[in-house]
């Protein structure tokens, strides 16, 4: 589904990625760790579209990402991609339905049809007697629930989560990381998580690991 070949990226003259070969297929865990600086969270970016290599290709079910336009890309990544981050930067003022739903909102799906659908994943993730709380009413797992739910709304081909068990009790983090698998058992959803827990990392089908702007 995901196949990237000879990524390489520069900020000024640190060189952070050095020629990444990569392929994904679809409904599979992939963990990627290393230790800090090694390139793991631009690597991410980069496959999750959010920032561009400097050399190399990128492919999505044989669709080049390089040869999209600006609004060509945002629109693919409203559509296809869906991000967990470890703070999970819900907005405040909105409610956890409202939130789950603004990928669709944003990709002009009718606020009644968005709302079906995240009513469902909120039920789904076990949240069902929380969809009109505010972020701030929520605990820390909850919220991090509720950002796992924004990133299916849309259906994407993959969910890219950076350190998302980071802000979470051991608990709530052993919570999530079975809820990664359970959706991808239900939904053949594709997940590339960048984390330093080493139970997650090993609980994936395939762990990656990066020194020095390279997978080994």
Same mark, same amino acid.
């Given at each position: 589904?995901?196949?990237?070949?000879?990524?390489?990226k520069?900020?000024?003259?640190?060189?952070?990625?050095? !020629?990444?070969?990569l392929?994904?297929?679809?409904?599979?865990v992939?963990?990627?760790?290393?230790?800090?600086g090694?390139?793991k969270t631009?690597?991410?970016?980069i496959?999750?579209?959010?920032?561009l290599?400097?050399?190399?290709?990128?492919k999505?079910?044989?669709?080049?990402i =390089?040869k999209?336009?600006?609004?060509a890309?945002?629109k693919?990544?409203n559509?296809?991609?869906? $991000?967990?981050?470890? $703070?999970?930067?819900?907005l405040p003022? $909105?409610?956890a339905l =409202?939130?789950? !739903?603004?990928?669709?909102?944003?990709?002009n799906?009718s606020?009644?049809?968005?709302n079906?659908?995240?009513?469902?994943?909120?039920? $789904?993730l076990?949240l069902?007697?929380?969809?009109?709380?505010t972020?701030?009413?929520?605990?820390g797992?909850?919220?991090?629930?509720v950002a796992?739910?924004?990133?299916?709304?849309?259906?994407?081909?993959?969910?890219f989560?950076?350190e998302?068990? !980071?802000?979470?009790?051991?608990?709530?983090?052993?919570?999530?990381?079975k809820?990664?698998?359970?959706?991808?058992?239900?939904f053949?959803?594709?997940?590339?998580i960048?984390?330093h827990?080493e139970?997650?990392?090993n609980?994936?089908?395939?762990?990656?690991?990066?020194?020095?702007?390279?997978l080994l």
């Amino acid at each position: 589904m995901i196949e990237a070949k000879g990524i390489k990226k520069k900020y000024g003259e640190l060189e952070v990625l050095k !020629g990444i070969d990569l392929i994904i297929p679809r409904a599979e865990v992939v963990s990627i760790v290393g230790a800090s600086g090694a390139g793991k969270t631009t690597l991410l970016q980069i496959l999750g579209t959010l920032d561009l290599p400097d050399q190399g290709s990128l492919k999505y079910d044989g669709t080049s990402i =390089e040869k999209l336009s600006s609004k060509a890309l945002a629109k693919f990544r409203n559509q296809h991609i869906g $991000f967990i981050f470890q $703070f999970h930067h819900l907005l405040p003022e $909105f409610t956890a339905l =409202e939130n789950v !739903g603004m990928p669709a909102y944003i990709n002009n799906i009718s606020r009644k049809e968005a709302n079906i659908r995240a009513t469902e994943l909120l039920d $789904f993730l076990g949240l069902k007697d929380r969809v009109n709380h505010t972020p701030s009413e929520l605990s820390g797992g909850e919220q991090q629930r509720v950002a796992v739910a924004r990133s299916l709304m849309n259906r994407p081909k993959v969910v890219f989560a950076d350190e998302p068990s !980071g802000n979470l009790d051991s608990h709530n983090a052993r919570e999530l990381h079975k809820l990664f698998f359970k959706l991808r058992d239900e939904f053949e959803q594709t997940f590339v998580i960048v984390t330093h827990n080493e139970e997650l990392a090993n609980m994936a089908d395939r762990k990656l690991v990066m020194s020095d702007g390279r997978l080994l």
